[in-house]
């Protein structure tokens, strides 16, 4: 069998992505169809040098962390290794929010930092040319089944529908919201006080993003078992464009409606809905939040 090679390089990154992929539970297996011409942390034929300096034949480049015109990698500029890259591999994909959007490194004065395709500057224009060939999974880290799943539709060419930001339908064309265990307590207005309890909903006072916030996190769990939401954590909507937002623990609100209304929920209906919801005790839902 001819493994798929891929290329997995970083730009200004924290390391998230790298650590995430290592905790893929079908690691051996999925070592029998891939291999790493380089990775950071794995062992592998080519050292981080020797992929800077030349061109080695690529399937794939992965792509961690944000991209920076300032920044170097092996020395050479990362944006010159990147384009040695792109217009020879079959595919691009954009690892992490840093690497789709720029991330955290992008609020940071002094870097220069943004997205492959989606900057927050003026684009260069450089990798447009190579828009067909990207597929961007965006997270804040992204989970392993996303990646693993990505690899294995391009190694055997299925189709991929793709957002408005190129990331698969298939993983980002629901929000976390959707799926969450926490959803009755939001459909009743009943938030929860203490960060970690197992009830409640974090919408309406702790700063809850998965409203307005596309991702499979509460559909493919962490380790199988858990999410953010589910462990009484508010999501802080690290699969979009606008993270890190500030004052991820607190809810802006104009006259005690949240500033940011869930996707596709006109203002009337949702003012009309929480009029009617609001008027319900539903005890069975309060009991154990404020009985204690």
Same mark, same amino acid.
């Given at each position: 069998?001819?493994?798929?090679? $891929? ?6 990154? +924290? ?8 905790? !893929?539970?079908?690691? %051996? ?11 950071? &942390? ?9 992929? +800077? ?41 954009? $690892?992490?929010? +840093? ?5 955290? /490194? ?9 997205? #492959?395709?989606?900057?927050? %500057? ?5 990798? %447009?040319?190579?828009? *067909?060939?990207?597929?961007? $999974? ?8 996303? #990646? &693993? ?6 190694? %055997? ?7 408005? /930001? ?5 993983? /980002? ?34 700063? +809850? ?50 500033? !940011? #209304? ?8 949702? $003012?009309? #809905? ?15 939040? /404020? *009985?204690?």
């Amino acid at each position: 069998m001819t493994k798929c090679k $891929l290329l997995w390089i970083q730009g200004l990154t +924290c390391n998230g992505n790298t650590h995430s992929f290592l905790n !893929y539970a079908s690691m %051996e297996r999925f070592l029998e169809e891939f291999c790493f011409v380089h990775h950071p &942390a794995i062992e592998t034929p080519y050292t981080l040098e020797e992929v +800077c300096a030349r061109y080695i034949e690529t399937d794939i480049l992965i792509i961690e962390g944000a991209i920076s015109e300032h920044f170097s990698r092996g020395g050479y500029p990362f944006v010159e290794i990147l384009m040695r890259y792109a217009p020879r591999v079959k595919k691009i994909v954009t $690892l992490g929010t +840093c690497a789709t959007f720029g991330g955290i /490194f992008r609020e940071s004065p002094g870097y220069g930092a943004g997205g #492959l395709l989606f900057r927050q %500057e003026e684009r260069s224009g450089r990798f %447009e040319a190579y828009a *067909d060939k990207v597929v961007s $999974l965006s997270g804040c880290p992204v989970h392993p089944d996303l #990646l &693993a799943d990505t690899l294995y539709m391009i190694k %055997e060419k299925l189709k991929i529908p793709l957002d408005t /930001f190129h990331r698969p339908s298939s993983f /980002f064309a629901w929000t976390v919201h959707n799926g969450c265990t926490r959803n009755e307590y939001f459909e009743y207005k009943v938030d929860n006080h203490r960060f970690g309890e197992k009830e409640g909903c974090m919408f309406y006072d702790h700063g +809850c993003q998965a409203p307005y916030t596309r991702g499979s996190c509460n559909k493919i769990l962490w380790n199988g078992v858990n999410s953010k939401t589910r462990s009484g954590e508010p999501c802080h909507g690290c699969t979009e464009p606008t993270f890190p937002r500030r004052n991820f623990y607190t809810t802006k609100k104009n006259m005690g409606i949240p500033q !940011y #209304l869930p996707l596709d929920v006109p203002k009337r209906a949702y $003012l009309t #809905l929480s009029g009617v919801t609001k008027a319900f005790k539903i005890r069975r839902l309060e009991k154990r939040l /404020f *009985d204690e």
